[in-house]
C-alpha cells in the first residue's frame, strides 16, 4: 500500500541514542529525535533492539552520560548483535570542543564492526571524502554551538548581576536567596533547590540565619579589633562547636573568604571565578569582577570590612617581604652568628623565622639555604676553577651557570662551605638534575675561614638523579667514588 512504500523489511539491527540538555530548545527534545530515528531507521530496514537516552545532560563530554557509556559498552562486547548506532545528528552525539572527539568514539564504534549513522545526515560510505569533510564540520559547527550559548549565558548572567540580581548559585554562608516579583518586590525567601517559576522574576540575597550574621560579625571583629589569626579565629569558632560553611569544621581559609567577601557589605559580585565548557576552575583578576555595590542588605558595616581588608593588606606584605631570599638568608645568618649552627629544630624555636619548610620549599634543601649565606665564597670560588679550567687545553664555553668542554659534555661548578654538625661538619651538594647538565663539580671548601679548595668532587647526573649528598670527613665510600684531588678529572671524562 501507498503508505508502506518507505518501509523496507528488516536487514540490520541497530541501537538508538537520544541526549537532551537543559539549555537546548523543544526541537532537540528526545520524543521528537525518537520519532525522527526510529522513521529513518524503518525507510532503511534497521530494527531497533535497544533505545538509549541522556536527560537533562551537556554534550561538552561524556561526564554523567550514562547512557552513553552503557552504549560504549555495549559496543566492544562481542556478544551484542548489531551493526549501526542511530543517532539524529552530530549534536545529540556530543558537543565535544575538542573535535577529535567525535571521531575518537566513531572509531571505537567502527574498531568493533559497528558504524555511527547521523540520521538527518543519512546513510553514506565511510569512503566517501565529501562525508568525511561534513563530518568534521559538523563536528566543528556543534562546538561553536556550544561556545556561542556558553557566550550568551555568560552575558546574560553578567547583565543581571550588574542590575544588583543573583546569577544562579547557592548563597555564601549567612545569605539567604530571596524572590522578588517583576516590580522588585518580595516575594518570598527560596529554600535550597528552589527556583524561580516566573521568568521576569528575580533573585537577590537577604542576610541569612541570624547566627550564622553573628558568627561573620564576630570574624571580623575579632580580626580587625583583637588583631587574631585566621588560625586563631578557626581555632576558636571550632572550641565553640560552631558549625562553618558546608557544616564542617573551621578553617583558615573558610575564615580568609568570609572577610574578603563584599557580598557581606552588600555589594554582589559575579565573575570571580570562570568555568566555562567544561574546563578546569580559574579565579578571574578582580578588574574582571562584576560588582554592584548597595544591591542587597549588609550583614557588616563597611567601615569594619575597610579594616579588614587594609589589615589583610598589610599582613600579605609582611609576609611577602618575609618571604624573599634575602630576608630569609638574612635572618638565617644572624641566627648562625648567634649559636654557629643551623638545625630545623633550632629554626623552629625562632618566632621571628618562618619554619625549615619554609627553607626546603624556597632553596630546596637547608642545607642549600646554608649555602646561600656565603654568596661572595661561593662566586670567588667558582670564579677560581674557570680560571683553572681555562688554563688547561679544552674548549670552554659558558653557558648561563653551567659550562660546556670540548663541545662534548657540560659541567655545573657547586661549592660547598663546611656546616658545622656536633664536633665536626660537612659539606653539602646537591647534584642539578636538569638534562642540559651531565656533571655536578663539587667544591668542597676549607674549615679555616679562608674557604681554600680542599678537592673536587664529580656527581654524573644518572648516578645522583639530583639526591642531597652529605659528605662528612669520614665518608671514605664517598670520597674514594667521587672525590679528585685537582681538575685532572675532566682531562679523565673526556678521555
Known amino acids: 500500500m501507498w503508505w508502506k512504500k518507505n518501509v523496507k523489511p528488516i536487514q540490520a539491527k541497530g541501537v538508538a541514542y537520544y541526549r537532551h540538555s537543559a539549555q537546548d530548545r523543544q526541537e532537540n527534545s528526545i520524543p521528537i529525535q525518537r520519532e525522527r530515528v526510529k522513521k529513518f531507521s524503518a525507510e532503511h530496514g534497521i530494527e531497533i533492539v535497544r533505545e538509549f537516552a541522556d536527560y537533562g545532560k551537556s554534550g561538552l563530554s561524556t561526564e554523567g552520560r550514562e547512557d552513553f557509556k552503557k552504549i560504549m559498552e555495549m559496543i566492544v562486547d562481542p556478544s551484542q548483535a548489531f551493526e549501526y548506532v542511530l543517532v539524529l545528528d552530530m549534536s545529540r552525539w556530543g558537543r565535544y570542543q575538542d573535535v577529535d572527539l567525535s571521531a575518537h568514539y566513531r572509531a571505537i564504534c567502527k574498531q568493533y564492526g ?256 646554608f649555602q646561600n649565606m656565603f654568596p661572595d665564597i661561593i662566586s670567588k670560588t667558582k670564579e677560581a676553577v674557570m680560571d683553572f679550567l681555562k688554563l688547561g687545553p679544552n674548549k670552554i664555553e659558558e653557558f648561563e651557570d653551567y659550562v660546556v668542554i670540548d663541545d662534548s659534555f657540560s659541567v655545573l661548578i657547586q661549592p660547598s662551605v663546611p656546616v658545622p654538625y656536633g664536633y665536626g661538619t660537612y659539606w653539602s651538594f646537591l647534584p642539578d638534575p636538569r638534562l642540559e647538565i651531565d656533571v655536578t663539580l663539587g667544591v668542597p671548601l676549607s674549615n679555616s675561614h679562608e674557604y681554600t679548595i680542599l678537592g673536587y668532587m664529580a656527581f654524573p647526573r644518572i648516578l645522583t638523579l639530583g639526591h642531597n649528598i652529605r659528605v662528612f670527613d669520614t665518608s671514605e665510600s664517598l670520597i674514594s667514588l667521587f672525590g679528585y684531588q685537582d681538575l685532572e678529572l675532566i682531562h679523565n671524562i673526556i678521555a
Open 114 to 369: 559497528r558504524k555511527v549513522v547521523y540520521t538527518d545526515l543519512g546513510m553514506h560510505d565511510d569512503k566517501d571524502h565529501g562525508y568525511k569533510f561534513l563530518l568534521l564540520a559538523e563536528a566543528m559547527r556543534a562546538a561553536k554551538y556550544s561556545e556561542e550559548l556558553s557566550e550568551k549565558v555568560f552575558y546574560g548572567c553578567k547583565k543581571i548581576a550588574e542590575q544588583g540580581f543573583r546569577a544562579g548559585a547557592c548563597p555564601p554562608y549567612g545569605m539567604s536567596r530571596e524572590l522578588l516579583d517583576e516590580q522588585r518586590n518580595p516575594i518570598q525567601i527560596l529554600k535550597p533547590g528552589q527556583r524561580k517559576s516566573i521568568q521576569n522574576q528575580r533573585v537577590t540575597l537577604t542576610p541569612g540565619d541570624p547566627k550564622e550574621q553573628q558568627v561573620i560579625r564576630k570574624i571580623f571583629s575579632e580580626f580587625v579589633n583583637r588583631n587574631q589569626t585566621t588560625k586563631q579565629i578557626a581555632e576558636t569558632l571550632n572550641h565553640n562547636n560552631l558549625p562553618s560553611p558546608g557544616g564542617k569544621t573551621w578553617q583558615q581559609d573558610s575564615v580568609f573568604n568570609i572577610l574578603t567577601n563584599e557580598i557581606y557589605i552588600g555589594t554582589m559580585v559575579y565573575n570571580k571565578t570562570a568555568s566555562k565548557l567544561k574546563t578546569p576552575t580559574v579565579k578571574n583578576p578582580k578588574e574582571s569582577w562584576v560588582r554592584t555595590p548597595n544591591a542587597f542588605g549588609a550583614v557588616v558595616d563597611k567601615n569594619l570590612f575597610r579594616a579588614a581588608q587594609e589589615l589583610i593588606e598589610q599582613r600579605h606584605a609582611h609576609y611577602e617581604r618575609m618571604h624573599t631570599k634575602e630576608e630569609m638568608i638574612m635572618r638565617l645568618q644572624h641566627l648562625y652568628k648567634r649559636r654557629g649552627y643551623i638545625s630545623a629544630q633550632q629554626i623552629s624555636t625562632q618566632e621571628d623565622m618562618l619554619g625549615p619548610q619554609s627553607y626546603t620549599t624556597k632553596f630546596k634543601s637547608l642545607d642549600m639555604a
